[in-house]
């Protein structure tokens, strides 16, 4: 785990928007970053994923993809993910995670480098 990785979490209302910053957690031979979440009493769930420094578009889970959306800051090592339509299901700690590739970048066992986590509550 890596502190002071991820940062924007807050508490928002329903159908409010919120962007998460993951920063410094990829490296040269870790260019993979994906986000995840985890939710009270679920497991930790993949929301997507993007190759820092590349023109790839993001891998996304279905669950997510027409309200979410993940970008990087050019030229720097920062993962933005960006929340639209917050629901109350949303409600959880955040997550940023690097690993070598992104060619299973849903499964959350293949990436050795965590962020702390960032809270996101959505109040109805």
């Known amino acids: 785990q890596v502190d002071n990785v991820e940062s924007g979490g807050g508490s928002v209302q329903a159908g409010e928007s919120l962007t998460l910053s993951c920063a410094g957690l990829g490296s040269t031979s870790h260019k993979c970053i994906g986000w995840f979440r985890q939710t009270p009493g679920k497991e930790r769930e993949v929301l997507g994923a993007?190759?820092?420094?590349?023109?790839?578009?993001?891998y996304y889970a279905d669950s997510v993809k027409d309200r979410f959306n993940i970008s990087q800051e050019k030229d720097k090592d920062t993962v933005y993910l960006h929340m639209n339509s917050l629901k109350p299901e949303d409600t959880g700690r955040y997550y940023c995670?690097?690993?070598?590739?992104?060619?299973?970048?849903?499964?959350?066992?293949?990436?050795?480098?965590w962020g702390q986590g960032t809270q996101v509550t959505v109040y109805s």
């Open positions: 995670a690097a690993q070598v590739f992104c060619i299973d970048w849903e499964r959350a066992g293949d990436y050795p480098s």
């Open positions: 993007l190759y820092l420094h590349s023109s790839s578009p993001p």
